[in-house]
């Protein structure tokens, strides 16, 4: 799984390079940086797995707990985001 998202990001981000260079901007451009992003994170992760000095139950343990951590903070982002824009459109519901 992790290469086909590493080759699926490696041509997202070919195709991404060559509509700039010919003046396309399209918001594929972005989706490509996004798939660029999370196949290096996935990558690293799975490099930072393989090296790391830690025995296999305590290391399964941390990075279930920095999981944890991360998936709640995301969905309190979420959270506040969608109150935002919550706010921000009916604000400009009531101006029209």
Do not use: C, W
């Not at 090296?51 to 399964?60: D, H, I, M, S």
């Not at 707990?65 to 009531?94: F, H």
């Amino acid at each position: 799984m992790l290469d086909t998202i590493a080759k699926t990001a490696v041509v997202s981000s070919l195709i991404s390079m060559f509509n700039r260079a010919t003046g396309k901007k399209e918001a594929s451009d972005y989706m490509a940086a996004v798939g660029l992003v999370i196949a290096g994170a996935a990558i690293g992760a799975g490099a930072a797995l393989l090296f790391a000095p830690k025995p296999g139950v305590e290391l399964r343990s941390d990075v279930r707990d920095r999981v944890r951590k991360l998936t709640a903070n995301a969905g309190q982002k979420v959270a506040r985001v969608r109150d935002a824009v919550g706010e921000s459109a009916s604000s400009v519901l009531e101006q029209h």
